[in-house]
T-cell receptor, first 115, second 112 residues
Framework: DVKVTQSSRYLVKRTGEKVFLECVQD?????MFWYRQDPGLGLRLIYF???????EKGDIPEGYSVSREKKERFSLILESASTNQTSMYLC??????????????FGSGTRLTVV | ELKVEQNPLFLSMQEGKNYTIYCNYS?????LYWYRQDPGKSLESLFV?????AVKQEGRLMASLDTKARLSTLHITAAVHDLSATYFC????????????FGTGTSLTVIP
């Protein structure tokens, strides 16, 4: 019954590496979002996408990029990982017309550590 | 500025007691959501509140919305240990698409 799947629960990467975080949803949702979650800071929006090949910057896009080549997949890319990107990354999706009562459906999260 | 404020940040309460978490937002909203997050887990939807005066209840949790005050509350009745988690409110605003604006979360610990 998994609906939003993030490819890795835990990742450890080295400073300077290019990192790919994958998110796949099977609900045919148009809108997808990437957040990072840090203690005391809540959830901060990195990038979002309203549809295939569309992307919009969120509040903290620096150091990140995204790709949305297919409707079901939204990838977050850390161009050159740095230690301040150590965080929990959450993917979420929602239909354009917000069908369903629960708002976003979240993935299980990826805890990334950059060493 | 579109802003959502939540308090308290941390809440430690004894089993059996009642308490309220507050969520304020800066301007007219579309919808307001409450989520729960267990340690190391993702967020799960609890409630969505659509209009002024809306009230939703499930078990020991009750959420309400006052759009005139731009305030939602999550009331916990007779707390039990299983309610220990972090609770987030999230708001959508007009003309911002489906972008959710989150509060900073309230970390609730229920002590036996």
């Amino acid at each position: 019954d998994v609906k939003v799947t993030q490819s890795s629960r835990y990742l450890v990467k080295r400073t300077g590496e290019k990192v790919f975080l994958e998110c796949v949803q099977d609900m045919d949702h148009e809108n997808m979002f990437w957040y990072r979650q840090d203690p005391g800071l809540g959830l901060r929006l990195i990038y979002f996408s309203y549809d295939v090949k569309m992307k919009e910057k969120g509040d903290i896009p620096e150091g990140y990029s995204v790709s949305r080549e297919k409707k079901e997949r939204f990838s977050l890319i850390l161009e050159s990982a740095s230690t301040n990107q150590t965080s929990m990354y959450l993917c979420a999706s929602i239909s354009r017309d917000r069908v369903g009562p629960g708002g976003y459906t979240f993935g299980s999260g990826t805890r990334l550590t950059v060493v | 500025e579109l802003k959502v404020e939540q308090n308290p940040l941390f809440l430690s309460m004894q089993e059996g007691k009642n308490y309220t978490i507050y969520c304020n937002y800066s301007t007219t909203s579309d919808r307001l959501y409450w989520y729960r997050q267990d340690p190391g887990k993702s967020l799960e939807s609890l409630f969505v509140l659509l209009s002024n005066g809306a009230v939703k209840q499930e078990g020991r949790l009750m959420a309400s919305l006052d759009t005139k005050a731009r305030l939602s509350t999550l009331h916990i009745t007779a707390a039990v240990h299983d309610l220990s988690a972090t609770y987030f409110c999230a708001v959508t605003f007009p003309n911002t698409g489906n972008q959710f604006y989150f509060g900073t979360g309230t970390s609730l610990t229920v002590i036996p």
